[in-house]
């Protein structure tokens, strides 16, 4: 008899412990599916795809280009590089040589050489030499030059009145930088001016008295070329 009861009331306990558990299993059950219940649910709205945009393009290069409009036409013209060249410098090709030489034994003094060939237009150059310019101020093209018949050729501007010479030599180059004939002529003119002024004697390029028919030859070299 108490065998039996003990073991109903193990039956019973275990029963009971079983329902304990099995109603605490429903309970969290329960309990999530209400949790997940009251998530509110969010709708996730597509999201535009932003286009990749690439700034650097390769554009074909134009140049500088201007644009000239006419009444009922557009064009784009390339724009004309108006760049100034500066003119070649003229090679010489020939030369053209007076030379004025005094007797033996009676040079030209600088004191008065000096001031009659600044009279005549003559202006005094780095290089030692005198230059008949153009103008006579100095400016444009250097037509023809001064130079002393002995070496090195060069004056001292400093010493003139220190300095003596037999002789000085004028030239001009072929092609001329200025107008060929006026420039012989200034040329010619100016060595009688200097032959006149020391009593010297003219020569050609030979070192020989310059006549006409001399003359003449340096005027046909000098058609020559212009006409070449």
């Known amino acids: ?3 039996e009861l003990r073991w109903v009331l193990i039956i019973i306990g275990a029963l009971l412990i079983g329902g304990v558990l099995l109603h605490g299993l429903w309970s969290i059950r329960k309990g999530d ?3 997940i219940a009251t998530i509110p649910s969010v709708q996730q709205e597509p999201v535009a795809a932003t286009p990749v945009v690439n700034e650097t393009r390769d554009e074909p290069d134009m140049g500088n280009i201007s644009v000239s409009i006419d009444d009922d036409e ?3 013209e390339p724009e004309q590089d108006h760049t100034e060249q500066s003119p070649k410098a003229i090679e010489p090709q020939d030369y053209i040589i007076v030379h004025i030489q005094t007797e033996e034994g009676i040079p030209m003094q600088g004191s008065v050489l000096l ?3 600044l009279t005549l237009g003559f202006k005094y150059s780095e290089d030692g030499f005198f230059n008949r310019h153009e103008d006579t101020a100095g400016n444009g093209a ?3 030059r001064l130079v002393n ?3 090195p050729g ?3 501007i400093d010493n003139m009145e220190q300095f003596k010479t037999e002789g000085v030599s004028l030239f001009m180059t072929l092609p001329c930088e200025g107008e ?3 420039a012989f002529n200034m040329l010619h003119s100016a060595a009688k001016k200097i032959a006149d002024e020391f009593g010297a004697q003219i020569l050609d390029h030979e070192r020989q008295p310059l006549d006409v028919a001399q003359v003449r030859q340096y005027v046909e070299k000098i058609r020559e070329f212009e006409s070449a």
């Open 154 to 156: 060069t004056f001292d």
């Open 1 to 3: 008899m108490n065998d």
């Open 180 to 182: 060929a004939l006026p």
């Open 142 to 144: 250097v037509l023809f």
């Open 74 to 76: 557009r064009r784009v």
């Open 115 to 117: 001031p009659l060939v």
């Open 149 to 151: 018949m002995f070496n």
């Open 33 to 35: 599916k209400d949790k």
